[in-house]
């Protein structure tokens, strides 16, 4: 087989698709309250900036890639060339540390020396100041009387002393002349606007003005007064406003900027994050709580076989015997959604289904596995969870003779679920198990999968001999299970 070099490009690509989709899903599980107002698509643009930063450091390797990522979330997106974090640059150019783990390894250590000493336990330190500059705004500076650099550095140095005293001269400096540069870029250099610089530059980064992750920031410049004075004004309204709600974020122990209390994992304890993204394509990572591909346990060309239906299958439980099968219609047998919370289900519409799915699971041995934006336009299945396996759902959207295509279609559902292989495998009703599709093709992915058979012909009066189809056209989502006893 001769793999062509489009081919090539395309599993890299559907390989970084699928990287950015799990580490926006780790970000928002790393730092939840700070990614409540944030979108997906601003999420995903801020990790794909971070990712080319990232890779042009040398960075090559998940979990490298992904601790890069992690530090751009908490000290911002310029954070590798800030004035305020000088360790960054310098081990970020450190020439002397030629392994991607050892470099980032340093990096984690600097990271932890400052947070400890910096933004203080709890964030502590980072709260306090934040909540100084507020009350300094309000009340205690006549911000019509120009302040100079040292003057300037002394009120920051009051406010956030932990910060200030960090630094040495050349960097304090550096601070307020890119206080100057970003004042005049975004059109408020006066002396008003080169102090609020200042201040959202120390507590957002010094790219703050176009980081993703601070859209409110960006949005208060372009839709300001001409007049100056109101101008920054109303963006340092905006500024304080968005800055203090915040606060809860940092007390959280995950900052959006200028540190936090808790500390990413260290790279090189990432162990299976040591590897190549481009390597891993549609796979999902899972560990040894999920079911092995045992089609041996299952095709026993009796009971089991015919009583354990693809509902039984993916929840890994063999019907045994026939208390255990549900008492539904008659159109529908085997174990079934509902049942381990003790109803029947009477419908195959999706929402009686995920409803269903949900109650056996309650409160969380079944539970429903989102997928951000990236992940979906992908067709990628979601993240890894620890604990759990993935199983997904799909659902037929016809029932009954459909005139327009003259054929009987079959009402159903199905599922599949992903084995400790990473392999995708089903149970179809009382037929063996199997990890291939309906097209006898091996399963990489569910949702790309053929899921419509022509099952032959049924005869129906007035029409006469009709095909009779199985179409599985709706991809319902995909739940993360529990290995328990549902």
């Known amino acids: 087989m001769i793999v062509r070099s489009e081919q090539i490009a395309y599993f890299s690509q559907a390989a970084r698709r699928k990287f950015v989709a799990e580490t926006m899903f780790q970000m928002r599980s790393f730092a939840p309250e700070a990614g409540l107002n944030i979108s997906d698509d601003v999420l995903q643009n801020f990790v794909v900036q971070s990712l080319e930063k990232a890779e042009s450091y040398g960075f090559t390797l998940i979990g490298t890639l992904r601790f890069y990522i ?59 100041a934040l909540l100084a500059t507020k009350r300094v705004a309000q009340q205690e500076i006549n911000w019509q009387k120009e302040l100079s650099e040292q003057r300037l550095t002394e009120l920051a140095e009051w406010i956030f002393p932990q910060k200030i005293q960090a630094l040495d001269q050349n960097s304090q400096h550096e601070i307020y002349r890119r206080a100057q540069e970003s004042a005049g870029e975004n059109g408020i250099r006066n002396h ?208 009954g003779y459909d005139s327009s295509t003259k054929a009987f279609y079959l009402a159903d559902y199905h599922c599949y679920r992903q084995d400790s292989d990473g392999g995708w495998s089903h149970k179809p009703g009382h037929s063996p198990v199997f990890h291939n599709d309906l097209d006898e093709q091996i399963i990489s992915n569910p949702e790309t999968a053929v899921r419509q058979k022509n099952l032959g012909t049924i005869y129906i009066p007035t029409i006469g001999e009709t095909p009779l189809i199985l179409d599985y056209d709706i991809f319902c989502g995909y739940f993360y299970v529990k290995k328990s006893d549902l």
């Open 192 to 399: 008003y606007g080169v102090v609020l610089c200042y201040f959202l530059n120390l507590f957002c980064g010094h790219q703050c003005t176009i980081d993703p992750l601070f859209p409110w920031l960006s949005q208060s410049f372009s839709d300001t007064p001409k007049n100056l004075n109101d101008r920054v004004r109303q963006i340092a309204q905006v500024a304080f406003t968005n800055l203090d709600s915040s606060i809860l974020h940092w007390q959280t122990g995950a900052c959006l900027s200028g540190g936090g209390s808790k500390v990413p994992l260290r790279p090189s304890k990432r162990n299976h994050d040591l590897r190549p993204f481009d390597q891993v394509i549609t796979t999902v990572v899972t560990d040894n709580l999920s079911p092995l591909f045992e089609p041996d346990k299952w095709n026993d060309e009796g009971f089991i076989q015919a009583k354990s239906n693809s509902y039984a299958y993916v929840l890994d439980k063999r019907v045994e015997q026939i208390s255990e099968i549900s008492a539904a219609p008659p159109k529908i047998t085997g174990m079934q959604p509902g049942q381990a919370a003790g109803k029947v289900l009477t419908s195959l519409a999706i929402e009686s289904l995920r409803e269903a799915f949900i109650e056996d699971g309650s409160p969380d041995k079944l539970i429903p596995a989102l997928r951000c934006l990236a992940d979906r336009d992908a067709m990628l299945p979601p993240p890894a969870k620890s604990g759990y396996y993935l199983m997904a759902l799909v659902a037929t959207s016809r029932d």
């Open 70 to 128: 992690e530090l751009s979330f908490i000290f911002g997106l310029g954070f590798d060339t800030d004035p305020q974090f000088p360790w960054a640059a310098t081990t970020l150019r450190d020439t002397s540390i030629t392994d991607e783990i050892w470099r980032a390894d340093a990096l984690h250590d600097a990271v932890e020396k400052y947070i400890g000493e910096v933004s203080g336990k709890d964030c502590e330190n980072l709260r306090n």
